[in-house]
């Protein structure tokens, strides 16, 4: 047919998780261009471990296996745990984070399509909370260790002989100028002069993280609203405290570009299952999880908070969903 009308074949469940995993695959190059191979490792253990999840949930619940493994969801899921989680963190948490993704936040739910709350932002809270010490210790970026060496730590927690504990222990950066900024009172401009953030890693990332949204929103995958109201959610405070009190808050752009801000703007809060269904619900829910991720990253106790933004607004999603629908044809509004 080469002239309208045209009939479009609607995209099934599988092509569009390929897409979206291809889209991380910048964000997977740059993170382990840094970090070292620790990353593609732990890519393989929560990959493993979803679709070990989801087969024997499925048999649980007497349905088929290979049709739901085929689509692609519980994968999405165990790779975005192995990007939020350290490269370098033991083999067990990021099993057992996917492990807890797939089976408390999505099959006890009912599957796909059913589950109120993001599976890989469950694994990643339940982590964060149960084990902050572990969650804490990133590699020191570009300074890896080789690929035998991060397979024995993964697996062993060992270092070979003349191996630096720092090559294992760095702080992230958001981790690194909340702890300065409470203990040794350092103007913020003084603190981002540290070695840690020489290297741009989480610069790169972010940017990294962009080009794989951008591709998905080129593809029609997503829609533009939660990101770019998330993202205004995050400056709308940002900046004005940046402004007032530039030694003691970091500017909107380091908000932007550090922790997994972009990741969750492309990623997380546009995930169909868990977010609001409407254009307006939409900017409105992207823009709250903005400003409760920079609440809580500068004022609370988590500066990785995006999965804890996120989660808290999947609650509020049925009534931004019930308050966000537009008026049918023929009916007059409540008053």
Known sequence: MTSAPFHAKPATVSAIMLK??????PLIAVQTYFFGVGLLIQ???????????????????????LPFLKDGSALLTGWLLALTLP????????ALATIIAIVVAKQLYGGLGQNP????????????????????????????????????????RQLPPGAALDAVSS?????????????????????????????????????????????????????????????AGVCAVAAPLWLLEPARYASPLFHLLNGATLLGAFFIVTDPVTSP????????????????????????????????AVLIMNIAVPFIDLHTQPRVFGKRERR
């Open 117 to 156: 709350f993001n599976p890989a932002m469950v694994g990643f809270a339940v982590m964060i909370v149960a084990f902050p010490a572990h969650i804490a210790q990133w590699g020191s970026a570009l300074q890896p260790l080789d690929a035998t060496a991060q397979l024995q730590w993964i697996f062993s």
């Open 171 to 231: 702080a992230t950066p958001l981790d690194y100028l909340k702890t300065q900024l409470l203990i040794g009172g350092q103007p913020v401009a003084d603190i981002l002069r540290a070695p840690l953030y020489a290297s741009q890693a989480a610069i790169a990332a972010a940017l990294a993280a962009s080009a794989g949204g951008l591709y998905l929103w080129r593809q029609r995958i997503i829609a533009w609203h939660a990101p770019l109201a998330m993202l």
């Open 87 to 94: 490269s370098l963190g033991a083999w067990w948490m990021v």
């Open 277 to 308: 269904t409407t254009a307006r619900g939409r900017l409105l829910f992207g823009f709250l999880v903005g400003v409760l991720l920079y609440v809580i990253r500068v004022f609370g106790g988590f500066p990785d908070a995006v999965a804890f």
């Open 43 to 65: 890519l393989a253990l929560a990959s493993v471990s979803a679709l070990a999840a989801e087969a024997a949930m499925l048999r649980l619940r007497g349905l088929p296996v």
């Open 20 to 25: 979206v995993l291809a889209a991380l695959l």
